[in-house]
């Protein structure tokens, strides 16, 4: 009798433990809304036209804009320290979106 106890739950621990990783990938997953991590973009909420609703940190305003494979706004200007933490918070996922 003890034998069917021990099967017992050493078979529902290994249940609850395959659970908890589901569950652990699928939440990594839907947090990046991009299982695969190449495209930055894919996290991006889009207004009905296709472009990206970020909020622009050089001009401190909410923009719909076109944004590229690399996670480069069109508004994106190179050599303006804004434009490239932007840029950054778009790959990282961290960009304030509306």
Not at 13 to 21: L, M, P, S, T, V
Not at 58 to 67: N, T
């Amino acid at each position: 009798m003890s034998d069917r106890i021990g099967k017992f739950l050493r078979d529902r621990i290994r249940e609850a433990g395959r659970g908890y990783e589901r569950a652990k990938h699928a939440y990594v997953d839907g947090k990046t809304n991009d299982p695969s991590g190449s495209d930055p973009t894919a996290r991006l909420p889009v207004d009905d036209a296709g472009r990206s609703k970020i909020v622009c940190r050089r001009h401190a305003e909410r923009r719909a804009v076109p944004v590229d494979e690399a996670g480069r706004p069109a508004c994106y200007d190179a050599d303006h320290p804004d434009c490239q933490g932007c840029v950054e918070d778009i790959n990282d996922g961290s960009i304030e979106v509306w």
